[in-house]
């Protein structure tokens, strides 16, 4: 059995959230998108994405990886068809990252530069690979850290919910000993905060801390970093 918890600041400079995110026990999904796009399109990109997968894994009435790929590729659907629809929501995007219970394993599904997470008796560490310029492109044209930290394009996504189709999605599969917690986040946290930062504070949780209290000091530590963007974090933490 799992516990989750999810919270969402608008951070310290935007005016508004474009983050939307989503925990669903009962389907054992649990789920972050970060929007982008003009006026308030990408607040309609992410929860329209994040909806969309919540809509499909309840209508299949299983929990394994496939669904919850075509969960992540209806999404990408929705978003493409609403934003040629409508003029105002034009070029209107999403990351996106969606976990979905499957026994004592998460499969885990991601899209942009959003990311999970593991923390567990092996140390805290990432799963999920960003589809970034800097990733893709950048490491290997073989750049170091330090210019790669200020390169023009470090923010440019190689892959959104919204922007192409067919969509390349990245799956993974994590394993779950008891006590073991997941972090979801949107790049408002994993972007300014660094990880022994982001570390400390999930171990104070995984000793039995509250998770409110660990999503709530994840985006304080953000806020305090200046809070540049929108800052989101869902914590899933396995029951011993």
């Known amino acids: 059995m799992l516990e989750a918890c999810a919270l969402s600041d608008k951070g310290c400079v935007r005016s508004n959230n474009e983050d939307y995110c989503l925990i669903e026990p009962a ?38 990886s496939q669904v919850l790929l075509s969960a992540v590729e209806a999404a990408n659907q929705k978003v493409l068809a609403a934003a040629q629809g409508d003029e105002s929501l034009e070029g209107m995007g999403t990351t996106l990252v969606a976990a979905l219970e499957n026994g004592d394993s998460l499969a885990i599904a991601s899209v942009g530069d959003s990311r999970a997470y593991l923390f567990d008796h092996n140390g805290f560490r990432a799963i999920t690979d960003d589809q970034t ?15 790669l930290r200020h390169h023009p394009m470090r923010h440019v996504l190689t892959m959104a919910i919204g922007a192409s189709s067919p969509l390349t999605v990245n ?40 998770l409110e209290d660990g999503c709530r000091d994840l985006i304080e530590a953000a806020k305090k970093a200046g809070g540049p963007d929108n800052v989101t974090a869902v914590l899933v933490r396995k029951l011993a």
């Open 27 to 64: 389907l054992g999904l649990f789920a972050l998108a970060d929007g982008m796009g003009g006026a308030r399109a990408g607040e309609c990109a992410s929860r329209l994405a994040v909806e969309t997968v919540a809509e499909t894994v309840f209508l299949a009435q299983r929990r394994d």
């Open 133 to 147: 310029w800097i990733n893709e492109v950048g490491r290997p044209l073989g750049l170091d850290e330090e210019s």
């Open 171 to 210: 799956c993974y599969s994590v394993p779950l000993e008891p006590r073991a917690i997941v972090l979801i986040c949107s790049d408002g946290l994993h972007g300014v905060v660094e990880a022994p930062e982001i570390e400390r504070i999930l171990r104070t949780a995984g000793h039995g801390g509250a």
